[in-house]
C-alpha cells in the first residue's frame, strides 16, 4: 500500500508542477505618445493583441473620423471606436476588434487632447 500511495502522491506532484494556467492573460503593449500631424497630442497608446504601428495609425485617426466632442463613434481599419470626454480639452479612446464570442480580443486605449 505504501508503494502506491508515494507514486501516487509523485504524480499529483508533477501535474501540479507541470500544469501552466489554461488561459494565460495576453501581454499589453505600451505604444507611448505622439503629436498628429495637426499639434493634437496623443497619449498613453496601450495595446492588446495589436502591434504598435498599426495602434499609432488607428490613434492617428480617431480625433478626425470619431470627432473631438466625446460620446462618439466610429470604425478605423475594422476597429471599432468609442470617444469619451473625460475632461474640457481631453478625451479617451478605446478601439476594439472582436474574434469568436471575445468583444475585447483586440484593443487600444489611449487618450488624446490639446
Not at 22 to 36: D, E, I, M, Y
Not at 44 to 63: E, F, N, Q
Not at 91 to 98: D, M, N, Q
Amino acid at each position: 500500500m505504501r508503494p502506491f500511495l508515494i507514486a501516487a502522491m509523485l504524480a499529483a506532484a508533477a501535474i501540479a508542477l507541470s500544469s501552466a494556467p489554461a488561459s494565460a492573460a495576453p501581454k499589453l503593449r505600451v505604444c507611448g505618445n505622439l503629436t498628429a500631424d495637426n499639434g493634437l497630442l496623443i497619449g498613453d497608446i496601450t495595446t492588446k493583441r495589436v502591434t504598435c504601428p498599426l495602434a499609432r495609425d488607428i490613434a492617428r485617426a480617431v480625433p478626425v473620423k470619431c470627432g473631438a466632442n466625446g460620446g462618439e463613434s466610429c470604425s478605423v481599419v475594422g476597429f471599432s471606436c468609442l470617444v469619451a470626454r473625460a475632461a474640457p480639452e481631453l478625451r479617451f479612446a478605446r478601439c476594439t476588434k472582436p474574434r469568436g464570442n471575445r468583444p475585447l480580443f483586440r484593443t487600444i486605449w489611449f487618450e488624446f487632447g490639446s
